[in-house]
């Protein structure tokens, strides 16, 4: 088929279904988008829960748990060792399929009354404080991460250790505040850098020791605002910019940013080893195309993150995954799959929720090593295929068929979900969407302080403080300083931070937002005319083609 011009059905942005997308939809057995990848993936990405950790009972047992999943969750919650045990069977809500009615109703009713688990992950040691965390140890209100080792308000993290307020950072140790940060020792208040050590507000810098306030270096020592310096000078000149002050540290900042917005040189793309393959954040990809923060994949079409991923479309936070669409974090080996929430090495099934290990499974929610099963309902291999065709022949009727769960079966509103991390809305709009929003309550303290009075040093701080809730001005939330944290803020001589950890992360992540988006632009350097991830909201002057950036800074 040729390729196809539509109008978005949310943003009303017009948008081009390719011709290989035809292909790609012809082999799923799946429509034709009538949304443009932006709207699927803000759609999509609002199943994929980023809420606030909380502290609950578990449904089945009575026994503490800690979960992001909120209050206002329709469905019990399980601690996730009881949910994955024989103490409970799923098979017992299971539910005849009704040809008068919506199918994406009726699995929106089970849902609602089939336990869930209370987070994501295996195999930590005192993470209780985290969610999505795998094979890690000592990790605190921390989200998304693998083998990490004592950190504390991460998102996103692989292999880092020791380290504090970390964004999309794999392999740092003793780091604090930094994003998009790689393979780096003792590196603080950085972005998009790597091999670093003993370094202090860098951007776009390789290989550099002991450098401060400089952007694009390339192998350099003893380096300030891009100058070079004797080792004794850079460490009598490091002690003028007073970095144990937060107003001090607040205006380097800001200075930073201006320096990455004038002075720095941006490559257009922030790809690695891709092959013919289009978006950003790619690496080691091949023929993957509109495609953000994708690793380690091949033929895929708008995805926005994944990792080891083949033949699969439009989804998010898809690993491992072939041959599947139209997923919310499915994973481990899935195959063949259509509108999967949360599974795990599920194959040829469609409409799943919280399932693991199940083959040619059919709307089915909280499900475990099963085989032929329809809204929780065991059939033979005969009776399934016969009513799974016909459930998919009133849904394509209806026009379900393709169609995402409901945005009821969210387990929380936009506001607590990765959606407003990527693509940020106000309620309004959210609403407007036609998302669901969470309204939350912060519990009254009596012992709560203002963050705007707490003190500009870290020397200036007592113990006392772990004893006290802090109230953020910019969320109206409150929080607390842990002895580990304040052990590590007084190691490294940081002041204590005056706003919300989710807020910090969300702040940290803004200009990842604005990434996710070609723009037409020229050279800095030969002014030919190039396509660029950076958004004029973020106010970069200087685009360089990938051959110019090569020359100049690499």
């Not at 869930?116 to 000592?138: F, L, Q």
């Not at 000149?237 to 380097?252: F, T």
Request: hydrophobic letters at 30%; proline letters at 3%; one cysteine or more.
């Amino acid at each position: 088929m040729q390729k196809e011009n539509k109008k978005c059905i949310k943003c009303q942005n017009n948008f081009v279904v390719e011709a290989d997308d035809f292909a790609f939809y012809e082999k799923l057995d799946l429509p034709s988008p009538k949304m443009c990848p932006y709207c699927r993936w803000k759609y999509l990405l609002a199943f994929w829960i980023f809420g606030r950790l909380r502290i609950a009972k578990s449904a089945l047992s009575g026994k503490t748990i800690i979960t992001v999943i909120p209050e206002s969750a329709p469905f019990p919650i399980y601690d996730h060792a009881e949910f994955i045990s024989d103490a409970w069977d799923p098979l017992t809500y299971g539910a005849d399929y009704d040809s008068s009615r919506p199918f994406l109703d009726q699995i929106f009713e089970l849902q609602s009354k089939v336990p869930h688990p209370h987070n994501v992950g295996t195999k930590n040691i005192n993470c209780d404080w985290a969610d999505d965390a795998w094979e890690s140890k000592d990790a605190y209100l921390t989200r998304s991460g693998v083998h990490m080792d004592n950190v504390i308000y991460g998102y996103r993290l692989i292999n880092c250790k020791n380290s504090v307020d970390l964004t999309f950072c794999f392999d740092l140790e003793r780091s604090y505040d930094c994003l998009n940060c790689f393979a780096s020792y003792n590196l603080k208040y950085s972005f998009n850098s790597r091999d670093c050590m003993d370094s202090s507000f860098l951007y776009d810098c390789r290989n550099c020791q002991n450098c401060f306030m400089s952007w694009n270096l390339r192998n350099k020592k003893y380096c300030i605002l891009n100058q070079q310096y004797a080792k004794e000078d850079y460490f009598k000149k490091i002690e003028e910019y007073n970095l144990q002050s937060r107003d001090s540290i607040e205006k380097l900042k800001k200075e930073l940013w201006q320096h990455t917005q004038q002075d720095a040189v941006h490559r257009q793309d922030y790809n690695v080893k891709v092959a013919n393959s289009s978006g950003n954040f790619l690496d080691n990809n091949k023929g993957c195309f509109e495609s953000y923060f994708l690793q380690e994949s091949e033929n895929c079409r708008y995805i926005y993150r994944g990792f080891g991923n083949k033949e699969t479309v439009d989804s998010v936070g898809v690993f491992r995954t072939e041959k599947c669409g139209m997923c919310t974090m499915d994973q481990f080996g899935s195959y063949g799959n259509i509108c999967n929430l949360y599974t795990t090495s599920c194959r040829y099934s469609a409409y799943l929720d919280a399932c693991e290990e199940c083959e040619y499974c059919f709307g089915c929610v909280g499900l475990r090593n099963k085989k032929y099963c329809i809204l929780n309902k065991q059939y033979t291999k005969e009776v399934y295929d016969i009513l799974v065709e016909k459930i998919k022949k009133d849904m394509k009727e209806r026009g379900e068929w393709g169609q995402f769960w409901l945005p009821s079966c969210a387990y929380a509103g936009y506001n607590l979900s990765l959606a407003q991390m990527a693509f940020p809305m106000a309620k309004e709009e959210a609403l407007k969407f036609g998302v669901k929003w969470e309204e939350t309550v912060e519990p009254n303290y009596e012992n709560i302080i203002s963050a705007n009075d707490l003190p500009d040093t870290i020397d200036q701080v007592s113990d006392e403080i772990v004893r006290q809730r802090i109230l953020c001005p910019e969320t109206k939330l409150s929080y607390n300083i842990t002895k580990e944290e304040l052990a590590f803020y007084k190691e490294h001589k940081i002041p204590l931070p005056r706003r919300h950890f989710d807020w910090r992360t969300l702040e940290r992540f803004k200009p990842f937002s604005s990434m996710v988006v070609a723009q037409k632009g020229k050279c800095h350097f030969c002014e030919k005319e190039i396509e660029h991830y950076y958004g004029p909201e973020l106010g970069f002057q200087k685009f360089a083609c990938l051959e110019c950036y090569q020359r100049e800074v690499a």
